[in-house]
Nanobody, 127 residues
């Protein structure tokens, strides 16, 4: 079973930038799609972005398209989320996730079925 640990969260001003990282341990992630999700208290978990095992396919929620960029470095067993021009409505706890079978495209709608999750990292966007 893979263990996922997010880092890089914190407070960022609107219009600034922030990069989240998701470090995997326990096994290589190079064969698996991965994704970022977010959740605020009292709200349902929301898909943010996903990336195929080789990084060639990326998918984004409409709300972050053009502002956030997902990437991965399989040699470092790490995935990233570059957040540019964040808005206050991007304030959430961000989680990375991995699945043994689902494609990056399937993660858009099947986030409740993923195999492994990190503990989350808080991102707060201030005005």
């Amino acid at each position: 079973q893979v263990q996922l640990v997010e880092s890089g969260g914190g407070m960022v001003p609107a219009g600034g930038s922030l990069r989240l990282a998701c470090a995997a341990s326990g096994r290589t992630i190079s064969n698996y799609a991965m994704g970022w999700f977010r959740k605020a208290p009292g709200k349902e978990r929301e898909f943010v972005a996903s990336i195929s095992y080789n990084g060639k396919e990326n998918y984004y929620a409409d709300s972050v398209k053009g502002r956030f960029t997902i990437s991965r470095d399989n040699a470092k067993n790490t995935m990233y989320l570059q957040m540019n021009s964040p808005k206050p409505e991007d304030t959430d706890v961000y989680y990375c996730a991995q699945d043994n079978l689902l494609s990056a495209r399937a993660m858009i709608t099947m986030g409740n079925q993923l195999d492994a999750w990190g503990q989350g990292t808080q991102v707060t966007v201030s005005l």
